[in-house]
């Protein structure tokens, strides 16, 4: 086996996997899985540029993974960033900031990439019984991958839109709770870019749902007492009951979110919008439900490595 580290970093979250991993046997064993809301997005969609506040954000987490990696005496690392740093005019600093600190220079990978990335976490240990072709849905901060795909890995279709939680919070959800008005908007927003995309959610036999904002949406449909991978990983939820959590979440406050027992207390004033940009993708499928998975992009990164 292969011991690889790989790192996602994204408009809202910084992600470390480190695990040894045999892709002739299909087999991970996990040693560390953590993740840091550093909320590197922060602004992007309206300066143009990474803040001050969110680099050195960043740069804390890369420190503490630094030290993490340095004790699994990995073989190969690999640092991947994603929209915020896409977008970013100043990403020059992220890059060389992050190489300082790890040893190791992060790519900016578009969003063909990501997708390719994304799609290869939530398939490849999947389990048998899921009639393809599989939509995988994976909602950020600042953008949304939708990929079409086989089940033996290949892509049919691809794209990444630039709606994402944070970017639509940002733009729209600006009121505590949100008005009526700013979820309308948020809402054609979202259509607008759905009715561009080159993929046809409604060409999905089965949809997979993958990162923080579909796992926490997923937790609130369980009703769970603590947010648990092991419980949400590979679980199936009714699209029906991800209309109702969306609109209880964007009636409530921040501070209300806050108190659900699952709820990062990070991704408490983005929820709403990364729930509303699910529920509109489900709307345009013919699936009556969805599996979530906890593997993601971080793991497809992974895998890339060996």
């Known amino acids: 086996m292969t011991r690889v580290a790989a790192i996602d970093c994204g408009t809202n979250t910084i992600k ?7 892709p002739d046997e299909g087999r991970m064993v996990e040693h560390v899985r953590e993740t840091r809301m550093v909320r590197l997005g ?12 969110a680099l050195e954000r960043v740069f804390a987490a890369v420190d503490e993974y630094a030290a993490i990696v340095a004790k699994h005496d990995v073989e190969t690392t690999r640092f991947c960033a994603t929209s915020a740093a896409r977008d970013a005019e100043n990403a020059d600093v992220f890059r060389s900031g992050v190489e300082e600190r790890l040893g190791v220079a992060p790519e900016v990978v578009a969003g063909d990439e990501e997708a390719r990335l994304s799609y290869d976490g939530a398939t490849r240990l999947l ?27 290949q892509m049919l279709g691809a794209q990444s839109l630039d709606v994402g939680s944070v970017r639509m919070t940002e733009r729209h959800l600006l009121s505590d709770p949100p008005t ?3 979820v309308e908007e ?4 979202i259509d607008r870019a759905l009715d561009g995309c080159d993929v046809d959610p409604g060409e999905a036999a089965a949809v997979i749902g993958v990162a923080g904002t579909v796992t926490t949406t997923a937790a609130m449909v369980l009703d769970l007492p603590a947010y ?3 419980i949400l990983h590979h679980s199936v939820i ?8 969306t609109s209880r979440l964007l009636t409530m406050t921040v501070g209300e979110r806050r108190e659900l027992p699952f709820m990062d207390p990070g991704r408490a004033d983005v929820i709403g919008a990364g729930a509303l940009i699910l529920d509109r993708i489900l ?10 998975s906890e593997y993601d992009i971080l793991d497809g990164i992974a895998w890339s490595q060996v």
């Open 16 to 22: 470390l996997l480190v695990a040894d991993l045999d």
């Open 42 to 53: 922060q602004g992007v969609d309206r300066t143009g540029r990474l803040a001050e506040a």
């Open 127 to 153: 389990a048998a019984g899921l009639a393809p072709p599989y939509l995988v849905i994976d909602i950020g901060g600042g953008s949304t991958e939708l990929i079409l795909g086989t089940d033996d890995g």
């Open 180 to 182: 009526v008005e700013e």
């Open 186 to 189: 948020a809402t054609a927003d």
């Open 228 to 230: 648990d991978r092991a």
């Open 238 to 245: 009714a699209c029906d009951r991800v209309q109702g959590v």
């Open 283 to 292: 709307r345009r499928t013919r699936v009556d439900s969805m599996l979530v």
